[in-house]
């Protein structure tokens, strides 16, 4: 935790607010992204539901494929444990839905680790045309994030339960990818490997995006290694989650952003 805070003092002294900004490209995703306060009709319903798994108090058996949570040791544990400590905030949730919904990200949007399902009804109300594909491995977690999806209408959404590397390999995409969030397993080996998938899966209008870029030295070092790749345009760390574009630009950059208080 207190490592924690010292990257993020280091972090917001290095960030810009969008008046530091000289690129078109990202002032324009600071202001329709990251400062758009527009609260779409969804964004209550899916926060309600949120609300309500955050209080209840039942066990799941978890069986955890990843890197395993720094909270969290047991393998039994209450739904809104898991709900107060491994879901995505509402804000950077809210920001992926904003990114699809402002860059029009069209057809098929991934999603690694889909946990009860929150993050992900925001990646399906973006764009209803978009099919989702969301991987999950602990069945028992699974479960709750599909009675999730029924209670908010969801149709476009395909969870799949098993291991990310496996079920990737057997995911064949009928067109390229708009959005992959990748948000599960946090080891360097395995950070590349699905990014590397995804850049097999992309066009220059994918949007990849990792999250806890900060969360160990090893997705510190995936965070690096990715900034360096040569199909990788620019780049947009927000802390919590790290941005990937590769749409052809005439210089390669890497921004770090954090909002304007003013
Ligand atoms: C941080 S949570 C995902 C949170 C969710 N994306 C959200 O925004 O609310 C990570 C999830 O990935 C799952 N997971 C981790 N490693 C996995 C693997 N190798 N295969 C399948 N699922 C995995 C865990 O069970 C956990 O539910």
Same mark, same amino acid.
């Given at each position: 935790?207190?490592?924690?805070?010292?990257?993020?003092?280091?972090f917001?002294?290095?960030?810009k607010?969008?008046?530091?900004?000289?690129?078109?490209?990202?002032?324009? @995703?600071?202001?329709? #992204?990251?400062?758009?306060?527009?609260?779409?009709y969804s964004?209550?319903? #899916?926060?309600?539901?949120?609300?309500?798994?955050e209080?209840?108090?039942?066990? #799941?058996?978890v069986n955890?494929?990843?890197?395993?949570s720094k909270?969290?040791?047991?393998?039994?544990?209450?739904i809104?444990?898991i +709900?107060?400590?491994?879901?995505q905030e509402?804000?950077?949730?809210?920001?992926?839905? %904003?990114?699809?919904?402002?860059?029009q990200?069209?057809?098929?949007?991934?999603?690694?680790?889909?946990?009860?399902?929150?993050?992900?009804?925001?990646?399906?109300?973006? %764009? %209803?045309?978009?099919?989702?594909?969301?991987?999950e491995?602990s069945?028992?977690?699974?479960?709750?994030?599909?009675?999730? @999806?029924?209670?908010l209408?969801l %149709?476009?959404?395909?969870?799949?339960?098993?291991?990310?590397?496996?079920?990737?390999k057997?995911?064949i995409?009928?067109?390229?990818?708009?959005?992959?969030?990748i948000?599960g397993?946090?080891?360097?080996? +395995?950070?590349?490997?699905?990014?590397?998938w +995804?850049?097999?899966n992309?066009?220059?209008?994918?949007?990849?995006?990792?999250?806890?870029?900060?969360?160990?030295?090893e997705?510190?070092?995936?965070?690096?290694?990715?900034?360096?790749?040569n199909?990788?345009?620019?780049?947009?760390?927000l @802390?919590?989650?790290?941005?990937?574009?590769?749409?052809s630009?005439?210089?390669?950059?890497?921004?770090?952003l954090k909002?304007?208080?003013?």
């Amino acid at each position: 935790m207190f490592l924690q805070i010292i990257k993020y003092l280091s972090f917001y002294f290095s960030a810009k607010t969008k008046y530091g900004i000289h690129s078109p490209f990202v002032f324009a @995703f600071i202001e329709e #992204i990251l400062e758009n306060e527009s609260n779409y009709y969804s964004f209550l319903a #899916i926060e309600h539901i949120r609300k309500k798994i955050e209080k209840n108090s039942s066990e #799941i058996i978890v069986n955890d494929l990843g890197a395993g949570s720094k909270k969290i040791k047991t393998a039994k544990r209450k739904i809104s444990t898991i +709900a107060k400590t491994s879901l995505q905030e509402k804000k950077m949730a809210q920001i992926l839905f %904003k990114m699809i919904n402002y860059y029009q990200l069209s057809d098929n949007v991934v999603e690694l680790g889909t946990s009860l399902g929150i993050t992900t009804a925001y990646l399906a109300n973006a %764009k %209803k045309s978009n099919k989702i594909y969301t991987i999950e491995g602990s069945t028992e977690i699974a479960n709750v994030a599909n009675s999730v @999806f029924k209670k908010l209408g969801l %149709k476009n959404i395909e969870l799949i339960i098993g291991d990310f590397n496996t079920n990737l390999k057997n995911l064949i995409l009928d067109s390229k990818l708009g959005l992959i969030y990748i948000d599960g397993n946090h080891t360097k080996s +395995a950070t590349i490997s699905y990014f590397n998938w +995804a850049l097999e899966n992309a066009n220059e209008n994918t949007i990849i995006v990792i999250d806890d870029i900060y969360w160990s030295k090893e997705m510190e070092e995936s965070w690096d290694y990715v900034k360096k790749l040569n199909e990788v345009t620019m780049t947009i760390d927000l @802390f919590k989650m790290g941005i990937v574009f590769l749409h052809s630009v005439k210089v390669k950059e890497h921004f770090k952003l954090k909002k304007s208080i003013f």
